[in-house]
């Protein structure tokens, strides 16, 4: 299992998210954040302080919102674990159209 972003955090990246994880797994994309599955403990703590309720364990992601599963596994395609976000700058990696 691996908590996923969804839709609720596009255009907002609120990143009380990113204060509270432990490993420093959230990273920042051009219009939302994502967690890397690798790298994530599953502890949780995201998902409790998400002011817009974005954050799901990937088996209990609601079903509009499971096409972001896959923008996740994409964002991260190819690349391992990275050693923390605050040591990469994956902005150019997002995986959604910028709004129209």
Known sequence: MAYVIGSP??????????????VDCIYEGARKMYIH??????????????PVE???????????????IAANAAFFAGLGPLGGARSADLTDRD??????
């Open 9 to 22: 955090c596009l255009d907002v990246k609120e990143r009380s998210c990113v204060d509270v994880c432990p």
């Open 37 to 50: 599955p690798a790298e994530c403990i599953d502890c949780g703590a995201c998902e409790a302080v998400c």
């Open 54 to 68: 974005a954050i799901h364990l990937d088996v209990e992601v609601p079903e509009p919102e499971t096409a972001h």
């Open 95 to 100: 995986c959604l159209p910028e709004p129209a």
